[in-house]
């Protein structure tokens, strides 16, 4: 279309050019003969100074309309050339999103071996089986390692009981002998609460095991799947949330474990501690033990084997 208009302008420049052209000739061929006045009647020419004025102002416009067609046409080329440069950045947008299109559909239709099972299997937390029970106490123990439940009770029913009251001849004790007694009296008490809670804690985590497996393995089954609803933005989102609270609750259950551990070993160092205390309350009263027990009657011994020679 732009093109067809151009022509028609051009058409239209020439022929105006044309009547340019000719009209010059005339009114120079007019002033030629104006020396001979307005009129020659013997040669039939007349001029007529004010229809040439006309014709001036006419070549004028004829000029002003050619300058203005070609200003036209200047611009018309110039929306062709923009319009050109449009459709241009118009088709590599469309073959940049064609190309990612093809990506992704290539990926959605990518063969069943990318999607198998690339992770390693893993070994579950084992229950603890019954191997015997010979004095009928053990059966309550194992099952509260495996569920959590009792883990008092249990523990008590497998270990020595405690005595209900303190020991006989406590109260006539020396202080020292009382703080030894009792130290290693709440050495005792800690050291079962310890073991309690420890039982429980482990027989917990393996009653939630089933459940923890249950939620992996589906988590793996949706990581794998083809299924288009599962390969959306959101559901990825959604099991690196899952993946996150897995790790969590493990790392929960970790804890609990540690901290258990780091009981039993205050406990281990409170031991320790306690009986190298009472080896120094020994030592210090070592001496004047001697001098009172043992040194009255190694001497009276010696009077007496004196006394006999």
Same mark, same amino acid.
């Given at each position: 279309?732009?093109?067809?208009?151009?022509?028609?302008?051009?058409?239209?420049?020439?022929?105006?050019?044309?009547?340019?052209?000719?009209?010059?000739?005339?009114?120079?061929?007019?002033?030629?003969?104006?020396?001979?006045?307005?009129?020659?009647?013997?040669?039939?020419?007349?001029?007529?100074?004010?229809?040439?004025?006309?014709?001036?102002?006419?070549?004028?416009?004829?000029?002003?309309?050619?300058?203005?067609?070609?200003?036209?046409?200047?611009? !018309?080329?110039?929306?062709?050339? $923009? @319009?050109? %440069?449009? +459709?241009?950045? #118009?088709? =590599?947008?469309?073959? *940049?999103?064609?190309?990612?299109?093809?990506?992704?559909?290539?990926?959605?239709?990518?063969?069943?071996?990318?999607?198998?099972?690339?992770?390693?299997?893993?070994?579950?937390?084992?229950?603890?089986?019954?191997?015997?029970?010979?004095?009928?106490?053990?059966? !309550?123990?194992?099952?509260?390692? $495996? @569920?959590? %439940?009792? +883990?008092?009770? #249990?523990? =008590?029913?497998?270990? *020595?009981?405690?005595?209900?009251?303190?020991?006989?001849?406590?109260?006539?004790?020396?202080?020292?002998?009382?703080?030894?007694?009792?130290?290693?009296?709440?050495?005792?008490?800690?050291?079962?609460?310890?073991?309690?809670?420890?039982?429980?804690?482990?027989?917990?985590?393996?009653?939630?095991?089933?459940?923890?497996?249950?939620?992996?393995?589906?988590?793996?089954?949706?990581?794998?799947?083809?299924?288009?609803?599962?390969?959306?933005?959101?559901?990825?989102?959604?099991?690196?949330?899952?993946?996150?609270?897995?790790?969590?609750?493990?790392?929960?259950?970790?804890?609990?474990?540690?901290?258990?551990?780091?009981?039993?070993?205050?406990?281990?160092?409170?031991?320790?501690?306690?009986?190298?205390?009472?080896?120094?309350?020994?030592?210090?009263?070592?001496?004047?033990?001697?001098?009172?027990?043992?040194?009255?009657?190694?001497?009276?011994?010696?009077?007496?084997?004196?006394?006999?020679?």
């Amino acid at each position: 279309m732009l093109q067809e208009r151009y022509h028609t302008h051009r058409k239209r420049k020439d022929k105006a050019v044309k009547n340019l052209i000719l009209t010059t000739l005339v009114i120079g061929l007019a002033m030629a003969l104006q020396p001979a006045a307005y009129a020659q009647f013997g040669s039939g020419i007349v001029f007529d100074p004010t229809q040439a004025g006309h014709a001036v102002t006419q070549i004028e416009h004829e000029e002003q309309s050619i300058a203005n067609e070609a200003q036209q046409i200047q611009q !018309g080329q110039q929306i062709f050339t $923009n @319009t050109v %440069k449009i +459709a241009t950045t #118009a088709l =590599q947008a469309y073959n *940049v999103a064609k190309q990612q299109y093809e990506l992704t559909h290539q990926m959605i239709l990518a063969p069943r071996m990318l999607y198998a099972r690339f992770l390693s299997p893993t070994s579950d937390l084992l229950l603890l089986q019954q191997i015997s029970n010979t004095y009928g106490n053990s059966m !309550g123990w194992l099952n509260s390692a $495996n @569920t959590g %439940k009792g +883990a008092a009770a #249990a523990y =008590q029913q497998v270990s *020595v009981p405690n005595t209900a009251h303190v020991l006989p001849g406590y109260s006539t004790s020396s202080v020292a002998g009382q703080m030894q007694i009792a130290a290693q009296g709440a050495t005792v008490d800690i050291t079962d609460s310890v073991m309690t809670n420890n039982l429980q804690a482990l027989g917990m985590i393996r009653a939630n095991q089933t459940a923890r497996q249950t939620d992996i393995a589906n988590f793996e089954a949706a990581t794998q799947s083809q299924d288009v609803s599962q390969q959306t933005i959101m559901a990825e989102l959604q099991r690196i949330n899952q993946a996150l609270l897995l790790q969590l609750r493990t790392q929960q259950d970790a804890n609990q474990i540690n901290a258990n551990l780091a009981l039993q070993q205050i406990v281990a160092q409170k031991q320790q501690q306690d009986a190298m205390k009472s080896a120094f309350r020994d030592s210090a009263g070592y001496e004047s033990y001697y001098n009172a027990n043992i040194t009255t009657t190694s001497g009276g011994a010696a009077n007496l084997l004196t006394q006999a020679y």
